[in-house]
């Protein structure tokens, strides 16, 4: 199967980012612009966390905050769980069954390469076994000959 650089090469690398210092109603906003759950939370060029709309709903809407007054900072996940870009896509999967989370950042060594989601693992999955079965359907019907 294919490794996670391989399926950010495909989706492309663009990565949605904002600060830790703007407000959550700001990411919300960027979120809905750019049809994203997630955004990076870099400092200059330091990741410094992830936001996800799971993290606005849960830290700031039922905790009785309001998305214009409360910063990244204050809700962000700090501990950023993320996979290198050599990976192979099973591990990224369980990674993500396993923690329970929805998006991950890709790095190749300190450098942040991508962002997937579940739905981009999912996609590239289907496109393999899709793939997988076309060869096997030319193999049996002996196609080529």
């Known amino acids: 199967m294919s490794t996670v650089r391989d399926m950010i090469r495909k989706k492309g690398s663009e990565v949605f980012s904002i600060s830790p210092d703007a407000a959550v109603y700001d990411a919300l906003i960027m979120m809905e612009k750019y049809n994203t759950g ?49 990976q192979p896509l099973e591990e990224c999967m369980a990674l993500m069954i396993d923690k329970n989370i929805r998006h991950l950042p890709v790095f190749d060594g300190k450098e942040l390469l991508g962002l997937i989601s579940v739905r981009d693992v999912l996609k590239e999955v289907v496109d393999v076994q899709k793939f997988m079965i076309s060869q096997l359907e030319h193999y049996i019907t002996g196609g080529g000959r």
């Open 38 to 86: 997630a955004l990076m939370v870099v400092n200059g060029n330091k990741v410094e966390g992830i936001l996800s709309e799971r993290d606005c709903v849960r830290r700031v809407d039922l905790a009785g905050k309001s998305s214009k007054n409360t910063k990244v900072s204050e809700i962000m996940t700090k501990k950023v769980i993320y996979v290198e870009a050599g």
